[in-house]
Every structure is written in C-alpha cells, then in structure tokens.
C-alpha cells in the first residue's frame, strides 16, 4: 500500500527558506509521478511542482525561480526546498504520486489525477 508522509514544515519570515519532505513507502519513485500540491483557506487546492519517473520537473508560475522539487530515489524521498518564501505561499502543502506516469500529468499538475496522497504540512510565511 502507497503511504506517503509530508514533514518539514512550519512558520517563517518573509524571505525566508523551508524544505519539504515527502518519504514514500509501498512502491518505488522511479515508476511514478510526484508531485508537490498546497491549499490555502477558501482556496482550491493547486499544483505546485512536479517531477516525473525520467527527473522531468514544472513549476506553477507563482513558484518559478523559487521553489525546486527533487527527489532521492535510493530512500524513495521527495523534497521541495522552498526560498523567497512570501505571505502569499502560506498554506497546507501535500505530496501526491499516481502511477503509471505520463509527463502531462506533471505539467498539468491536476490534483484529480492523482490517487494517493499524503497527510499534509503546514507552512506559514508572516511579514
């Protein structure tokens, strides 16, 4: 069974740096696609980044240039190292994987298509 667990989060400044973890366990990264996800309140819950099974990555807009997704598949973790951290990327942040992998799925970032998911991490960036 597909488990996947989010820690690293927490609060910090504007400016600031965090980075997320996401250690999986029940199958193996190299197969699947991965993905960050974030939910704000009253907000729907939206695409962040990506990385497919051959390391293809995206970004949502608002993250370019700021956030990068990686992934350790030898301890089958993914990250997301978080800098420039502003007021507007405060949320509940989640990892997701589904499988097969097809590279639309981790540009489109479209939360429906993926099946498992993990329990979530807050950040909180104040000014």
């Known amino acids: 069974q597909v488990q996947l667990v989010e820690s690293g989060g927490g609060s910090v400044q504007a400016g600031g740096s965090l980075r997320l973890s996401c250690a999986a366990s029940?199958?193996?990264?190299?197969?699947?696609?991965i993905g960050w996800f974030r939910q704000a309140p009253g907000k729907e819950r939206e695409g962040v980044a990506g990385i497919d099974s051959d390391g293809s990555t995206s970004y949502a807009d608002s993250v370019k240039g700021r956030f990068t997704i990686s992934q350790d598949n030898a301890n089958n973790t993914l990250y997301l190292r978080m800098n420039s951290l502003k007021t507007e990327d405060t949320a509940m942040y989640y990892c997701?994987?589904?499988?097969?992998?097809?590279?639309?799925?981790?540009?489109?970032?479209?939360?429906?298509?993926?099946?498992?998911w993990g329990q979530g991490s807050q950040v909180t960036v104040s000014s």
């Open positions: 029940g199958y193996s990264y190299s197969s699947y696609c």
């Open positions: 997701a994987a589904e499988a097969p992998c097809v590279l639309s799925m981790v540009t489109a970032l479209v939360p429906g298509e993926f099946r498992f």
